[in-house]
């Protein structure tokens, strides 16, 4: 168990997300011996040199070659030994999809597949980059979890609960260094379970990733204006957790908000999950539109695909007041 | 300790049923089946369960590994299955009937000896490499095989994968390069010329390599038997014919993925000589 204090909690959020897996993967090699890291050719963007070093046989690096990578996880996770298995979002989703879909779906390996520097976080490296349509990939693969944390806490409760967790993973890293603190102390985290992260009256904001702290935001600026939101941490995109969204269900509006595409991701996933219930509010989905956005600094990146805190409040205050819209 | 006249003759025996076993499949599936390809690897497999593979009631960590990563070539795995013991003679009647377990490529099932599940090409070497390693890792005491097609070593993953079995220094892997040398779509010289090249591909790479006439049982015997050189992958290059030993079937692609009438059943079982009365 790591624990979890105030100046650690800051640390991680200094270093980012793939620093902090990184680093917990190393916390967490030093209490158990049961799972294996493979990288294909990243540990060092992974934060995984440390871990490389002290424990050799039990990190596998496959060259910049992630189809082989994944199925060399399987290899290693045939004994039911769980398996990060680590690389850029598209490369480890996308590049090596059939083979994710083959040992992680097909044959339900002990695979967690790990999607470095999601959403737009790798900025002037443009969208070969980008997690767009990475969490909407996996979420369409029978049998697959796809989760996505929210904060530096998270990312760390996440990966201990991964190591624990049999089956198939994808778990979506968003956010860089600097990463937005959701959660200051220690959270009751389970795969599956959606934490309120905020209580509200009026309506429900759904987040996943990064975007929990930008809803966040958005809710404190719509309170100023008399809307109270409820803020949702749905961690885990799938399974999605029926039971807090029903919770949510008498609200005025429903939104959603994801560091990716708005076609298959958590917006899809709530919208899948209410689409038969007979009393439900409208949803508004927010996330990247059908786009390659053009490259820049993460913040100019959120900005153009409107996902700051004041534009996700803005969206919100158009789609409760604004008929047309 | 056996002759080793009596294995050979013991395993043609076995290479015998598991043929006649393969077309009695795929001509009771009423449908197509990938006869061609299924037919090449008879001899491969035969020496692999039959003299090779320590395959039943061992522990995992002792328990030898086979993928086949050309998924298509089922007709001959599943009969060897059955051949071996593995799975129950009756269970081949099952073969593509509705819901059954043994469909056109192999579906991952510890119960029926199948490893892994495959049919998209070009991967299953890549977790026959991770088994290896794992055994490396862990000290495990089982051998790794796998057997591989020449048309599905077009797959660009084949490629990543033999690399590292050579970086990860696997001597206690071995493939089986099923070189028949034709693929969907024809000969492999009218689709991606290089099925003559791939002995020399391997050995670049830093394979042991051992090419031979991949449908005589005495050949494979003896190339599966080299012992492996220290930290280095084996690779037997087997150059097969497709669909061998029923004469109209060999070289012919019709014959890749067609039914088999009762008419032609009678005359292919005749060629390999059996009698089905």
């Known amino acids: ?325 | 300790m056996q002759d080793k006249n009596e294995v050979i003759g013991s395993l043609k025996e076995h290479a015998k049923n598991i043929r006649k076993n393969s077309l009695l499949m795929a001509n009771r599936c009423g449908t197509n089946a990938h006869l061609g390809g299924g037919l090449s690897l008879v001899e491969a497999l035969t020496v692999l369960y039959g003299a090779v593979m320590n395959s039943k009631d061992l522990p995992y960590d002792e328990k030898d590994k086979f993928i086949l990563s050309k998924g298509h070539g089922v007709l001959g795995f599943y009969a060897a299955l059955a051949e071996f013991g593995i799975i129950d003679k009756e269970l081949l009647d099952t073969f593509l009937q509705d819901g059954s377990d043994l469909i056109a490529h192999p579906v991952m099932n510890t119960d029926l000896g199948i490893e892994a599940s495959s049919g998209s090409l070009g991967q299953g070497i890549s977790m026959a490499i991770g088994l290896a390693l794992s055994a490396k890792r862990k000290g495990y005491s089982y051998q790794t095989y796998v057997l591989c097609g020449n048309g599905e070593s077009n797959e660009g993953s084949v490629w990543e994968a033999c690399m590292s079995a050579v970086n990860y220094e696997l001597d206690n892997f071995t493939l089986f390069l099923d070189n028949n040398h034709m693929q969907s779509d024809g000969t492999s010289e009218s689709v991606m010329n290089i099925s003559d090249k791939y002995s020399g591909m391997l050995d670049a790479l830093g394979f042991q390599v051992i090419e031979i006439d991949g449908n005589d049982i005495e050949q494979v015997y003896d190339a599966f038997l080299i012992p492996h050189q220290k930290g280095k992958p084996k690779a037997i290059i087997g150059n097969t014919i497709k669909g061998k030993g029923v004469s109209y079937m060999e070289n012919n692609n019709d014959w890749h993925h067609n039914r088999l009438t009762n008419e032609q059943l009678e005359s292919a079982l005749a060629e390999i000589g059996w009698h089905n009365d």
């Open chain 1, 1 to 325: 168990m790591i624990e979890i204090k105030r100046n650690k909690v800051k640390l991680w959020s200094r270093l980012g997300a793939r620093a902090t897996f990184g680093q917990t993967i190393l916390e967490l090699a030093k209490e158990r011996d049961d799972f294996f890291v493979t990288s294909a050719d990243l540990a060092q963007s992974s934060g995984l040199v440390r871990f490389k070093e002290e424990f050799p046989e039990r990190f596998v690096n496959a060259g910049i070659a992630e189809q082989n990578m994944i199925g060399i996880a399987a290899g290693l996770a045939k004994d039911g030994t769980n398996v990060f298995a680590t690389s850029f979002s598209p490369f480890v989703t996308m590049r090596a999809c059939e083979q994710v879909r083959m040992n992680m779906g097909y044959m339900q390996l002990n695979i967690k597949t790990v999607g470095l520097g999601s959403g737009l976080i790798m900025s002037q490296l443009g969208n070969s980059h980008y997690g767009i349509e990475d969490g909407s990939v996996m979420r369409a693969i029978p049998g697959m979890t796809v989760v996505n944390p929210a904060d530096g806490v998270e990312i760390v409760k996440m990966v201990e609960a991964l190591c624990d967790f049999e089956g198939p993973v994808y778990l979506r890293l968003t956010g860089g260094p600097g990463l937005p603190v959701v959660y200051e102390d220690d959270i009751d985290f389970q795969i599956g379970k959606a934490i309120r992260v905020k209580d509200g009256k009026d309506i429900a904001i759904i987040a996943c990733g990064t975007m929990v702290y930008y809803s966040k935001i958005a809710a404190d600026i719509l309170e100023k204006k008399g809307i109270s939101a409820s803020v949702i941490d749905m961690h885990t995109i799938k399974p999605l957790d029926g039971v807090m969204v029903d919770s949510v269900l008498g609200s005025k509006l429903i939104v959603t908000v994801e560091e990716a595409s708005t076609i298959g991701g958590l917006g899809s996933a709530v919208a899948e999950y209410i689409s038969l219930k007979k009393n439900k509010p409208p949803q508004l989905m927010v996330g990247i539109k059908d786009c390659f956005p053009h490259a820049g600094s993460y913040q100019y990146l959120l900005e153009e695909c409107e996902l700051t805190g004041e534009q996700i409040a803005i969206k919100i205050e158009k789609a409760l007041f604004d008929a047309d819209y």
